[in-house]
């Protein structure tokens, strides 16, 4: 397929909901042969569907971004179905879950703080550390991951959160002036509130105390981050590296 993707591989974290799933839409929408990954191979299944049933060519991964060797298998299987990754978007990750209780740095448990790091922040490091291997020998490529506005600013009860999301910043920093000699551009997009089912169960009891933070007064949705991610991994976005791209209807300009 003609696209800005074209003749590209990708592989996508959390393809299977919100803007992982959108994302792998555009990707292939644009041209490249998508590798879906999340937890389960059946629960990437329909988006693979989606691509497949549209003309595009997509494959289902099963694995947890937290664990190592799940990451090198889902690296090796999508070069082995492609052969090569030209795309990597490192996107899995958790927020709050509905029923948890919100408390403040002091009282908050190392086991909660830990399993958010897990996912949200070793998760993206693994990704990229095999990412990059596999890059290295094809000649390049280009990284997208997904931090947030939190990645940026503070938010009250979400230190779990906040500390993730500002160190998947500080890892796409580094590994973007580590790699920018080996043809490896790698940025990350901090998304502000966006429609997705992280966020729906909450947002019935919070929407309208968060939308006075946001001057667009609306959330965005999961394809208006996935255009930007699609760009900026494409060759358009050629000397583009090492940034935030904030997508937020204004919140983090307020
Ligand atoms: N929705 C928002 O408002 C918003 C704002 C800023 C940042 N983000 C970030 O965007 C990313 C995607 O979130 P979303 O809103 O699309 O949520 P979502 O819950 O719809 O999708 C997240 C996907 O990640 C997968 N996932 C979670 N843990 C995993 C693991 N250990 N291994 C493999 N897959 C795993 C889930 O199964 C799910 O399919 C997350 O990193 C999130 O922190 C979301």
Redesign the pocket.
């Given at each position: 397929m003609a696209g800005i993707l074209a003749g590209k591989a990708a592989l996508v974290?959390?393809?299977?909901?919100?803007?992982?799933?959108?994302t792998a839409l555009i990707m292939a929408r644009e041209g490249a042969r998508v590798a879906v990954?999340?937890?389960t191979e059946d629960?990437a299944a329909a988006t693979v569907a989606m691509i497949n049933n549209a003309g595009g060519q997509a494959i289902a991964i099963g694995?947890?971004?937290?664990?190592e060797a799940?990451v090198a298998a889902m690296v090796a299987r999508t070069v082995a179905a492609f052969g090569r990754i030209d795309c990597g978007f490192n996107?899995?990750?958790?927020?709050s879950r509905p029923g948890d209780v919100r408390t403040r740095t002091h009282e908050m448990s190392q086991e909660k703080f830990d399993n958010m790091l897990?996912?949200?922040l070793r998760?993206v490091f693994l990704c990229m550390k095999h990412e990059i291997i596999a890059m290295l020998q094809s000649g390049g490529g280009a990284i997208v991951n997904?931090?947030?506005?939190?990645g940026l600013i503070g938010l009250p009860t979400s230190a779990h959160?906040v500390a993730?999301?500002h160190g998947v910043v500080g890892l796409t920093k580094t590994a973007a002036m580590e790699y920018a000699q080996d043809n490896i551009r790698v940025n990350c997009v901090?998304?502000?509130?966006?429609?997705?089912?992280?966020?729906d169960p909450f947002m019935a009891e919070r929407f309208d105390a968060l939308m006075t933070k946001v001057p667009m007064h609306r959330?965005?949705t999961?394809d208006e981050?996935a255009e930007a991610v699609v760009w900026m991994l494409s060759d358009k976005a050629s000397f583009m590296t090492g940034a935030s791209h904030v997508i937020d209807g204004g919140y983090y300009a307020a």
């Amino acid at each position: 397929m003609a696209g800005i993707l074209a003749g590209k591989a990708a592989l996508v974290t959390g393809g299977a909901s919100g803007i992982g799933q959108a994302t792998a839409l555009i990707m292939a929408r644009e041209g490249a042969r998508v590798a879906v990954a999340d937890r389960t191979e059946d629960s990437a299944a329909a988006t693979v569907a989606m691509i497949n049933n549209a003309g595009g060519q997509a494959i289902a991964i099963g694995g947890d971004v937290a664990n190592e060797a799940d990451v090198a298998a889902m690296v090796a299987r999508t070069v082995a179905a492609f052969g090569r990754i030209d795309c990597g978007f490192n996107n899995a990750g958790i927020g709050s879950r509905p029923g948890d209780v919100r408390t403040r740095t002091h009282e908050m448990s190392q086991e909660k703080f830990d399993n958010m790091l897990a996912i949200n922040l070793r998760g993206v490091f693994l990704c990229m550390k095999h990412e990059i291997i596999a890059m290295l020998q094809s000649g390049g490529g280009a990284i997208v991951n997904t931090a947030s506005v939190a990645g940026l600013i503070g938010l009250p009860t979400s230190a779990h959160y906040v500390a993730s999301k500002h160190g998947v910043v500080g890892l796409t920093k580094t590994a973007a002036m580590e790699y920018a000699q080996d043809n490896i551009r790698v940025n990350c997009v901090n998304p502000g509130y966006i429609k997705t089912p992280m966020t729906d169960p909450f947002m019935a009891e919070r929407f309208d105390a968060l939308m006075t933070k946001v001057p667009m007064h609306r959330l965005g949705t999961a394809d208006e981050i996935a255009e930007a991610v699609v760009w900026m991994l494409s060759d358009k976005a050629s000397f583009m590296t090492g940034a935030s791209h904030v997508i937020d209807g204004g919140y983090y300009a307020a």
